[in-house]
């Protein structure tokens, strides 16, 4: 029996998971975590509060959003499902809130997958999904391997050697003993509610697969949506699910996240995608990667909470009710300006100016000037003039605290002269860059970025203006190339234009001769 400190601990406990009961059937809302985890407890992490049934979305779990994130999602996955999105990707699926949210908003079971590397979200998963637990070759210190084919005891077994690897705590402790002198109790109570979730989820499908993988998967489908809560602690699955060795299974093979460079590669891969992608982070005011739609001040510390996503305008869009139009269905509009003639002269004294143009005139140019066009979404479309012709147009985003990116250039096919090299120039100018940012990120952001896909190793496209610094293969399209550049601080577009005047001559000679 418990007796003093330990017996008033187990109270406030259940008083705490009562509170959370009540407030899930007053508010309706999604619970950021099943009951059977309010268990798991951070007295330390916490000030100003004795204990914390819940810890922050991210703080403990690879997939779970706070109440408020999830408020704002709803929306965006309805009007989704309205919209002709008709596959909705959860990786790194947790507690399956996103899958959760996904059939109350509109999507069928069967037309949800999901996958996760934990253990704890792979037995739920195969339990939502009538998947037998033997292929995973679960082992426990003080369980026996038939018990652990039931996934309610699994789970359980996990939460109690989880919590007994920091039992020298008195708080912890007690615990223990509540785990250990109630288990039917609590093993009961994690079957209903793996039933309850099964009752809503059962159809759709899982796997325990890395997240990257899964997203190879499904990135070319333009009727797919992502929602993506990778990790917001570097090795944060690994350190909150440790049990020091007393419990084991057969894990699939992963790659851990680094939120500090994870989500950069995340968006790197995304960024030309069919597939709108949703991405939960928490990081300081200005060093958010890819277009931000979302964002809560004070997740934890000096963080917020932000959601982000690969087609900004889109995103906005089904976020505000709005159901979207498929590239192909929008109506594309020239500019009233004549195009550059293929043989246009052009030399020190034309006259170069870069303007603002819509999405639907940047696209119009580029399916004209593309075969076999699939268009990326950018911030910032611009459109490249000479003497008052139409040149090229380039689009830009800002997907990194330090840096701009190039979604694509594309230029009027000239005889003489290479026009995508103009504009990449252009886009590297301080001058230029100044012009987009706010006077926070004008002193955040020192260089370009851009990313091709390309048959060879190598783009001469940037050649001699951008550096590469990443050299992907890809099964389908030869290679991944990511090129980046500092930003030129002083130079005008005249200078530019002269610079680029004189390299161009002198390719033009270099190539004369290679053809001698």
Same mark, same amino acid.
């Given at each position: 029996? *418990?007796?003093?400190?330990?017996k008033?601990h187990?109270?406030?406990?259940?008083?705490f998971?009562?509170?959370?009961? $009540?407030?899930?059937?007053?508010s309706?809302?999604?619970?950021?975590q099943p009951l059977?985890?309010l268990?798991?407890?951070?007295?330390?992490? =916490?000030?100003?509060?004795?204990?914390?049934?819940?810890r922050?979305?991210?703080?403990?779990?690879?997939g779970c959003l706070?109440?408020?994130e999830?408020?704002?999602l709803?929306?965006?996955?309805?009007t989704?499902?309205?919209?002709?999105?008709?596959?909705?990707?959860?990786?790194c699926? &947790?507690?399956?809130?996103?899958?959760?949210?996904?059939?109350r908003?509109?999507?069928?079971?069967?037309?949800?997958?999901?996958?996760?590397?934990?253990m704890m979200?792979?037995?739920?998963?195969?339990?939502?999904? !009538?998947?037998?637990?033997?292929?995973?070759?679960?082992?426990?210190?003080?369980?026996?391997d038939?018990?652990?084919?039931?996934p309610?005891?699994?789970? /359980?077994?996990?939460?109690?050697?989880?919590?007994?690897?920091?039992?020298?705590?008195e708080? /912890?402790h007690?615990?223990l003993?509540d785990l250990?002198?109630?288990?039917?109790?609590?093993?009961?109570?994690?079957?209903?509610?793996i039933?309850?979730?099964?009752?809503?989820?059962? &159809?759709?499908?899982?796997r325990? *697969?890395?997240?990257?993988?899964?997203?190879?998967?499904? +990135? @070319?489908?333009?009727?797919?949506?992502?929602?993506?809560?990778?990790?917001?602690?570097?090795?944060? /699955?690994?350190?909150?699910?440790?049990?020091?060795?007393?419990?084991?299974?057969?894990?699939?093979?992963?790659?851990l996240?680094?939120?500090?460079?994870g989500?950069?590669q995340l968006? @790197?891969m995304?960024m !030309?995608?069919?597939? +709108?992608?949703i991405?939960?982070?928490?990081?300081?005011v200005? $060093?958010?990667?890819?277009?931000?739609?979302?964002?809560?001040? &004070?997740?934890?510390?000096?963080?917020?909470?932000?959601i982000?996503?690969?087609?900004?305008?889109?995103?906005?869009?089904?976020?505000?009710?709005?159901?979207i139009k498929?590239?192909?269905?929008?109506? +594309?509009?020239?500019?009233?300006?004549?195009?550059?003639?293929r043989?246009?002269e052009?030399?020190?004294e034309?006259?170069?100016s #870069?303007?603002?143009?819509?999405?639907a005139?940047?696209?119009y140019?580029? #399916?004209?000037?593309?075969?076999?066009?699939?268009?990326s979404?950018?911030?910032?479309?611009?459109?490249?003039?000479? @003497?008052?012709? #139409?040149?090229g #147009?380039?689009?830009?985003?800002k997907?990194?605290a330090?840096?701009?990116?190039?979604?694509?250039?594309m230029k009027v096919?000239?005889?003489? /002269?290479?026009?995508? =090299?103009?504009?990449?120039? +252009?886009?590297q100018?301080?001058?230029?860059?100044d012009?987009?940012l !706010? @006077?926070?990120?004008q002193?955040k952001?020192e260089?370009i970025?851009?990313?091709m896909?390309?048959?060879?190793?190598?783009?001469?496209?940037?050649?001699g203006?951008?550096?590469?610094?990443?050299?992907?293969?890809?099964?389908?399209?030869?290679?991944?190339?990511?090129?980046?550049?500092?930003?030129?601080?002083?130079?005008?577009?005249?200078?530019?234009?002269?610079?680029?005047?004189?390299?161009?001559?002198q390719?033009?000679e270099?190539r004369?001769?290679?053809?001698?």
């Amino acid at each position: 029996m *418990l007796e003093g400190k330990g017996k008033a601990h187990l109270n406030k406990v259940r008083y705490f998971v009562q509170i959370a009961r $009540e407030v899930s059937k007053i508010s309706g809302a999604v619970p950021e975590q099943p009951l059977w985890l309010l268990y798991i407890f951070n007295k330390k992490e =916490r000030s100003g509060a004795e204990m914390a049934f819940f810890r922050d979305p991210g703080e403990m779990f690879l997939g779970c959003l706070g109440t408020v994130e999830q408020r704002f999602l709803v929306t965006l996955i309805e009007t989704a499902a309205k919209s002709g999105y008709t596959r909705f990707v959860e990786p790194c699926a &947790g507690t399956f809130a996103m899958a959760n949210l996904a059939v109350r908003s509109g999507f069928k079971p069967e037309q949800i997958e999901t996958s996760d590397v934990s253990m704890m979200t792979t037995v739920l998963g195969y339990a939502i999904t !009538d998947q037998s637990l033997e292929p995973l070759e679960i082992h426990a210190q003080g369980f026996t391997d038939q018990e652990l084919l039931d996934p309610a005891t699994a789970l /359980y077994a996990q939460m109690y050697l989880r919590t007994s690897k920091t039992a020298g705590n008195e708080y /912890y402790h007690n615990m223990l003993m509540d785990l250990k002198y109630r288990r039917e109790e609590h093993i009961a109570s994690i079957r209903e509610q793996i039933e309850k979730t099964r009752e809503l989820l059962h &159809g759709m499908s899982y796997r325990p *697969l890395d997240m990257w993988e899964h997203l190879k998967e499904v +990135l @070319d489908d333009p009727h797919t949506l992502v929602i993506a809560n990778p990790p917001t602690y570097f090795s944060g /699955y690994e350190k909150f699910y440790d049990t020091q060795g007393k419990m084991t299974w057969k894990e699939p093979e992963y790659q851990l996240f680094d939120p500090a460079t994870g989500h950069q590669q995340l968006f @790197d891969m995304c960024m !030309d995608a069919k597939a +709108l992608v949703i991405c939960y982070q928490e990081k300081r005011v200005g $060093e958010t990667v890819g277009h931000t739609i979302f964002a809560r001040s &004070g997740t934890r510390a000096d963080l917020n909470s932000y959601i982000t996503t690969n087609r900004e305008e889109e995103a906005v869009s089904l976020a505000h009710g709005k159901k979207i139009k498929r590239s192909s269905e929008s109506k +594309l509009e020239p500019l009233e300006c004549s195009m550059l003639p293929r043989d246009y002269e052009i030399t020190e004294e034309s006259k170069l100016s #870069v303007i603002s143009i819509k999405a639907a005139q940047a696209q119009y140019y580029r #399916v004209l000037w593309t075969h076999n066009f699939v268009g990326s979404s950018a911030t910032w479309n611009r459109a490249l003039l000479i @003497d008052g012709y #139409v040149a090229g #147009v380039f689009g830009i985003s800002k997907m990194a605290a330090d840096s701009l990116f190039v979604w694509y250039v594309m230029k009027v096919p000239h005889e003489k /002269y290479r026009l995508g =090299r103009l504009c990449y120039m +252009l886009a590297q100018n301080r001058e230029f860059t100044d012009s987009l940012l !706010d @006077d926070l990120d004008q002193e955040k952001v020192e260089k370009i970025r851009t990313a091709m896909l390309t048959k060879y190793p190598e783009n001469k496209e940037v050649r001699g203006i951008m550096k590469l610094v990443s050299r992907v293969q890809d099964k389908q399209n030869g290679y991944k190339l990511t090129y980046e550049a500092p930003l030129i601080e002083g130079r005008s577009e005249k200078e530019t234009l002269k610079e680029w005047l004189r390299r161009e001559k002198q390719w033009q000679e270099n190539r004369a001769k290679a053809m001698k």
